[in-house]
Structures are given as structure tokens and as C-alpha cells.
């Protein structure tokens, strides 16, 4: 995720700039870069690599001035490089901003914009803004931005300066975070409170919508459709650095979660056409990757692999294409099935994976094109794939994934309705309507975490087992698998996930009274068969509960205990019953006073075989 810092007062703005991301970079970056004016012009020094990098820069030539704006980059639309990093400048040099958030339509304004013939020296969706607001303005740089936001859509933070009015910084928010951090004599703007907590901890939270003139001795707010002037509050922090990069949850997990609303809508943005209609992967040309294919391979490992078991479910469902989900691990030793009419898609946050990328090898190898999903645009994986589909998730920093695990989700159910689109297996109306009742998902999981607290409850009660059972079928077994796996390696409780139908065939045996069982019940035609499944194992005494949107007596009679979910197209409901079972692993390790965020024997990122 990108970070802003923003600066406008009477100290030297380069250390400023550079001190704030510095205390962003708990984001995650690949690049990072400042813009300062130095009293005549607009200077930009940025650089990829770590801020060491840009600070070894800068000490070999430093920018003089008091007004500046600085990022560090999360790289979405363009590699890791220095031309694609931030401050971007427009043609003439006078302006400069940094962005966080993605430019849905940048494609169809950077045609416009290279027909009137600008030169663009980068291939990110950001620089469209800029060329267009040096084009839009006309000696009024709040006028100009105001007008800049009725043509770009999307989600976005922007920090604007123009050397034409060295006395103003200018900053928007729509759907992307960004505070103004209030001084003496002094202001400034951070994507997240860390940014500014050296100078200030008097800060104001800007909303959706609201454009901020920041002077050395004012901040004034309005919002960008009425220009009706805004009053918000001006909020003490009394967080110490650790507490605000976690923005004020006790866990980077805990915030990954409640991070998961922000991250689905990132990742539909501009992927759904604006009649609500088709799917559509622009710029990304997938068509030749998928003509005459007659088979998918879908390889990854653990949380990834699980979201790769719900993908086979909604690629097989709505694009009648025959899918085989392989751990990486096993898939390069066991002579795949693969011809060049195979796809094959890698699932992996990090992109660095050591067996998925050796299993994308194998598969190249084989002639199978390659396509990866994943969180890291510069990755090993994205680099090395035929093509790219990003999860905008943002960077995810507990070991347990969350985030990356929903939005690989999300990315299948784009994918699976592309297919369908090109393969004509869905007829139009169920199209529309899917894709209407993906639009509601990212309010839904705000929904479910808004009704978290009975699940602190639950946990309290269940940190002292030896062992729990998730069960649940067809898609439901696929969630149960990830359900498992989150509670296992952060509470170090044995679990163990299973498809319902299939305990009758040896592991009843360990259901006794007492075993807890988590039972997902979400599938309607599935649901009686899982009410049977439920009562086998409550005949043996196990305490149930049940996790379904069903809200049907029967299930109420059957289970101890029901959380109910929001109702979705059952392909969907993975995305929403998820939410829950990493709540439960979250907060039962934590009731076991555990390092939720660095559990045992496990890394971030699995660079070994
Ligand atoms: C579990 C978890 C791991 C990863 C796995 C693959 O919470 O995080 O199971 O999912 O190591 O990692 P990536 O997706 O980076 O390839």
C-alpha cells in the first residue's frame, strides 16, 4: 500500500518528507521518491529500492525548500522502477503529485491525453493525473483539482503542489486514507497518523470526498461536489509509533482483517465495467491465453492453495471448464497432465513462493501458459508468468493471511465470470446478477465485523481443546480446510478439517462428547445433507456450531450455537463465512497469549523448497 507524506511550513521539507515515509514503511514499498520546491522550480529525486536508496540520492544532490511532497510506492499498475515510482511531474515541470489508490478509467484518459499528443514517461495509472490537471489548470490550483476529480474515478489520495502557488498544499481523499497532521506555523499530510506523530499529534481525519488546502497557518476543508466548506474534528493521538502502524488494533492480523472491505473494493476496482455488466481485465490481453483451452491447473500452497480449491468450484461452475487443484509441492513431482490447450494458474501472495514458482516453471515447461494471481506486482511469479492478475489486498504483513486469501477469492469470481463471458456458458441476466451480488460482498464483511464480539466469547471457550473439527461440503470443505489452517498455526490447536460426508467412513471414531465441531452450513442445495452430517455428530456428542445465512429452525435445533452470515450466490459465500473462522483463530490465540503475528516455525514468505 502506498504512503504519502506531505509538507508545507518553515523547516527543510527533505528531511521531513523523508523521516515521515520512513515511518510508513510498515506498508510495505519497492520504491520511494520526494518532490520539493526549492524556491524557483519543482525538484524530484526517487528511486527504487529501499529509502536508504533515495537518502544516498539525495545526499549526493539535496533539495532545498519548505514545501514538498514524498511516497513510497506499493507497485498496481507498472513494475517496481524509477520511472514508475512517485512524484510524478507533468510535461512543463511546474506540477507534481503523489497518489495512493488506483485510476479506474486512466486507460480511456491516457488515450485522450496521447492524442493531444502528451509524452508520458511512465506506465502507471497516476500520471494521468497530473498531465491532466497541468492541462485543467488555469491560475486557480483548488479549481483545478476540484475539476481533476469530476474526471478521474477510482480510489485515490493525492498530495498536489504547483510551483504557479508555492503557498498551498493541496490533498484529496476518495475511498483511499489520508490525515492532515496540524502545527504550529506548519502542516501536514500522511496516509496514515505514523507519518506525522515526530512533528504533531493534533490530527484531522479526512473523509470521502473532502479536499484539503493545507497553508503553513491553516487547514481549510471542503468537500469536492458542494465546495461547501467543512469543519472536522481535530483529534488528539495519544498512540505510541507501534500502536499507530497498527492503527490502533493490538495486530497487524486483527487490522488485515478489518482491512478486507477496502481490499475487496480495490480489487473489483475497474475490473466491472460502469453498467454493472461484464467483467473486464483491460490492458492485460488474457484473450490469447485462453483461446482453445481445455483444461485448467490451478497450483499453489497453504492459504493460497485453499483459495485455489474454491477457485476449481467457480471455474468449473460458471465456465464449464475442467479445473485440478495441486499443492505445489506435489505438483512438480508428479508428471502433470499438461499441453499447451492446459492454463495454468499460480495463486500466491508473496510471488515469491519457491514451489510455486518452480511449479510455474514445470508447467512452462510443458507448454501450459501461466497465469498469476497475485499481491506483489514485482514478484518472482509476476515476473515470470505469461500474465498477471493482481489482488489489490495491499501488503500484508501478519503470517496468517487474511486479506490476500479474500481477494484471491475475489480475483477467482472475476475470472470465472470472464471466462464465462468468453466462453458464452452463462446466460446474461445470471451474469448481471452475480456480478450485482459481488458489489454487495466488501459491505457484507463489514457487516459481519461489525457483529464480531460473540466471537471473543467463543474463543474464550475453546482455547483450552485438544483438538476441533470443521466440517463442510462442496464449497463449504474448501473454507473448513482454510478455517482449519488459520487456527492451527496461530493457536497451535490441533484441528482438523473435513468434508462432512466423508466422516462416516473412519473419523467419526474421534468424535466424543465434548469434541467441538465448527460446522458451515451454507450451501442451499447441500443443506439437508449437512443437517444429517450435523446430527451424526451430535448424536455422538459433540457441541456444534453452525455458521450458515440459513435461518431455518431446523439448523437452530440441530446445532448449540448459529452465527448467521449474510445471504450471497453460494459461490460467493466463502468470501463472507471466512470472515468468522480467521476471527476465531485471531482471538483464540490470543486468549492464549500467543505472538499472533509471528507464530512459531513459520515465515512470511517460504523461500525454500
Ligand atoms: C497461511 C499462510 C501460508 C501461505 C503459503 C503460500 O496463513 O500464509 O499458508 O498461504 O505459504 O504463500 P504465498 O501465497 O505467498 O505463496
Known amino acids: 500500500m502506498c504512503g504519502i507524506m506531505g509538507y508545507i511550513g518553515n523547516r527543510q521539507a527533505q528531511s521531513v518528507l523523508t523521516n515521515g515515509l520512513r515511518k510508513l514503511e510498515y506498508r510495505g514499498y519497492d520504491s520511494a521518491g520526494i518532490a520539493v520546491f526549492t524556491g524557483e522550480t519543482i525538484a524530484v529525486r526517487k528511486k527504487t529500492g529501499r529509502l536508504a536508496a533515495l537518502e544516498q540520492q539525495l545526499a549526493a544532490s539535496p533539495l532545498h525548500g519548505s514545501l514538498g511532497i514524498g511516497h513510497t510506492r506499493w507497485a498496481t499498475h507498472g513494475r517496481p522502477s524509477d520511472e514508475n515510482a512517485h512524484p510524478h511531474v507533468d510535461q512543463s515541470g511546474k506540477f507534481s503529485i ?5 485510476i479506474e478509467n486512466y486507460l480511456a484518459l491516457k488515450r485522450e491525453l496521447l492524442e493531444k ?4 514517461t511512465s506506465e502507471t495509472d497516476t500520471e494521468v493525473i497530473v498531465h491532466l490537471l497541468a492541462e485543467l489548470y488555469a491560475g486557480d490550483l483548488v479549481e483545478a483539482v476540484l475539476q481533476l476529480t469530476r474526471k478521474i474515478r477510482g480510489a485515490y489520495a493525492l498530495g498536489v503542489i ?3 502557488e508555492p503557498d498551498k498544499l493541496v490533498a484529496v481523499r476518495v475511498a483511499s486514507p489520508l490525515i492532515i497532521g496540524l502545527g504550529d506555523g506548519e502542516n501536514f499530510i500522511g496516509s496514515d497518523i505514523p507519518a506525522v506523530l515526530e512533528y504533531t499529534r493534533d490530527v484531522c481525519i479526512l473523509e470521502d470526498g473532502d479536499l484539503a488546502i493545507l497553508t503553513k497557518d491553516d487547514v481549510t476543508i471542503l468537500n469536492i461536489d458542494t465546495k461547501q466548506l467543512i469543519n472536522r474534528e481535530r483529534v488528539q493521538i495519544d498512540w505510541d509509533q507501534e500502536q499507530a502502524e497498527k492503527a490502533g488494533y493490538d495486530h497487524y492480523m486483527l487490522k488485515e482483517i478489518y482491512e478486507q472491505p477496502r481490499a475487496l473494493r480495490n480489487s ?3 475490473r466491472i465495467d460502469e453498467a454493472g455488466k461484464t467483467v473486464t481485465f483491460s490492458g492485460l490481453q488474457l484473450r490469447p491465453l485462453l483461446n482453445d483451452i481445455d483444461k485448467v491447473f490451478i497450483v499453489a500452497c497453504g492459504t493460497a492453495y485453499h483459495a485455489g480449491l474454491v477457485g476449481k468450484h467457480v471455474i468449473e461452475r460458471l465456465a464449464r471448464l475442467p479445473v485440478e487443484v495441486d499443492v505445489a509441492s506435489e505438483f512438480r513431482y508428479r508428471r502433470p497432465l499438461i499441453s ?3 492454463l495454468t494458474i499460480v495463486v500466491s501472495q508473496s510471488g515469491e513462493t519457491a514451489d510455486t514458482l518452480a511449479a510455474l516453471r514445470e508447467a512452462k515447461r510443458l507448454g501450459s501458459n501461466v497465469l498469476a494471481i497475485t499481491n506483489v506486482v514485482g514478484s518472482s511469479i509476476a515476473r515470470e508468468a505469461d500474465r498477471v492478475i493482481t489482488t489489490l489486498a495491499g501488503p500484508e504483513i501478519a503470517v496468517a493471511s487474511t486479506k490476500a486469501y479474500t481477494t484471491q477469492l475475489l480475483v477467482f469470481y472475476l475470472l470465472g465470470i470472464y471466462l464465462a463471458q468468453e466462453r458464452q456458458t452463462l446466460d446474461e441476466q445470471l451474469r448481471i446478477a452475480l456480478i450485482e451480488a459481488l458489489q454487495q460482498l466488501p459491505e457484507q464483511v463489514e457487516s459481519i465485523l461489525a457483529n464480531a464480539d460473540e466471537i471473543r466469547l467463543f474463543a474464550e471457550s475453546i ?22 489452517l488459520k487456527l492451527k498455526e496461530i493457536s497451535y490447536i490441533h484441528s482438523e478439517a473435513y468434508a462432512a460426508g466423508e466422516l462416516k467412513h473412519g473419523t467419526l471414531a474421534l468424535i466424543e462428547e465434548g469434541t467441538r465441531v465448527i460446522a458451515l452450513a451454507t450451501q442451499e442445495e447441500l443443506y439437508e445433507k449437512m443437517l444429517s452430517n450435523i446430527k451424526e455428530v451430535k448424536a455422538r456428542g459433540a457441541t456444534v456450531l453452525g455458521i450458515s445465512s440459513a435461518k431455518t429452525i431446523e439448523l437452530h435445533r440441530a446445532v448449540d450455537e448459529v452465527w448467521l452470515i449474510p445471504s450471497t450466490y453460494p459461490l460467493f459465500t466463502p468470501i463472507l463465512s471466512v470472515i468468522p473462522l480467521q476471527l476465531i483463530a485471531y482471538y483464540t490465540s490470543l486468549a492464549l497469549g500467543n505472538d499472533v503475528d509471528k507464530p512459531r516455525n513459520l515465515a512470511k514468505s517460504v523461500t525454500v523448497e
Open 162 to 164: 504547483t510551483e504557479h
Open 268 to 270: 473489483m476496482a475497474g
Open 117 to 120: 499528443g502528451v509524452t508520458f
Open 463 to 484: 482455547k483450552q481443546e485438544k483438538s476441533i473439527f470443521f466440517i463442510g461440503r462442496g464449497i463449504d470443505y474448501a473454507v473448513s480446510l482454510e478455517g482449519s
Open 340 to 342: 499447451e490447450k492446459t
Open 98 to 102: 503523489v497518489h495512493n489508490g488506483i
